[in-house]
């Protein structure tokens, strides 16, 4: 469990220090659900109709331009192998660097979403399943990723082959997050979307570090 | 890449791998620590399979592989707390300056390493080989790169008195070791290598 809290806090703090990244995420976030109101227009009741999936949409796409910051500077200076070596399962480790790029990216992009929401016209009560949508889907956005991510961990065009891996993955997500939304909106109530996203977010935690594992292993061999 | 390879490392032992270049030298030593399967044989520790006993392995085992380990954006301080904490070997500030001192480069021990030189930043990962002494195996690959001389006598002594310690050293080097040659073994892969068709 130390090797755990020391991998979580050096890549908190390693963010820290480079903080362009983590800001990049949000400004790409801030900039697409701005340019939506902007693009279709002042149309109150459609921009409230196409807020969830835009917003969920943005956060999605968001995340995903982070993930490979996840491993890449790890295996190129070699920190990779130091993790592999720990008397720590790798897996453990995994969920650590998962859990601090989660803190950086999903995190705070779900407590921005009720900021943008502003924008669409919706109010109170649907920031907040807005918000808690995202804090229960951001970390399974996560944990799809780094699987995708340490899949392509020294390929060339990892980005594009991540991004063809984990969206068609990150489909359920979206329409249980944005569908918790639309429920609340249409007063059927969205605590059905989120305890869903709350099994995926139960069933991914434990499964996808096993199988970030195996695949950063499988890197490493080939190093 | 080679076959027939058997190998028993004892207690005590000092042992320096030799080859042409692409013969496998860091291929071997990333299978017997673990990091790489080979297609045919076993790595033992202690009479058992390594992917058995994985844990107590991997805590008597110190690996310096070629790449740094070191993040840029940190000072020397940082990334060797960092990486103890990771391997699980406890040191305070304390140990960590008188690493980097033993190594000379506790001046430059609070800037993002990244402002230094390949040899300072080489010194400030073999700085590790001090903080996990009590780690019975040390697996080093090219340790001597970028040294100059006298880090390179330095690095040697650290090897020597880690084997004099009971400790078993396996490292690969172009250079001609000063170490006493009594106390060194070879191992020559260019006798076990075979043909790749």
Redo the contacts between chains.
Sequence with gaps: M??F???LL?DL??SM??KGDVLNTLAFFIMVTSMFPLGVGADSQLLRTIAPGILWVAALLAAMLSFPRLFD?DF????L?????????LSI?VLAKVTAHWITSGLTLALLAPLMGIQFGLEGNLLAVLCASLLLGSPVLSLIGAVAASLTLGVRGAGVLSALIVLPLFVPVLIFGAGAVTAADSGLGGDSHLLLLGAMLLVSVPLAPLATAAALRIA??H? | MFSALDLALEAGQLLRVMGANGVGKTSLLRILCGLRAPSQGAVLWSGSPIAKVREDFHQNLLYVGHLSGLKDDFSAIENLAGSSAIDGTDVDLANILQALDMLGVEHCSRIPVRHLSQGQKRRVTLARLLLAAERPLWILDEPFNALDVRAVALVEGLLTAHAAAGGTVVFTTHLEPSIDPIELTHLDLDRFATTVQ
């Design positions: 130390r090797a809290g020391a991998v050096r703090r390693l220090r480079r500077s190129a200076d070699g920190t192998e130091q993790i592999a070596l720990s008397g720590e399962s480790l490493l061999e190093a």
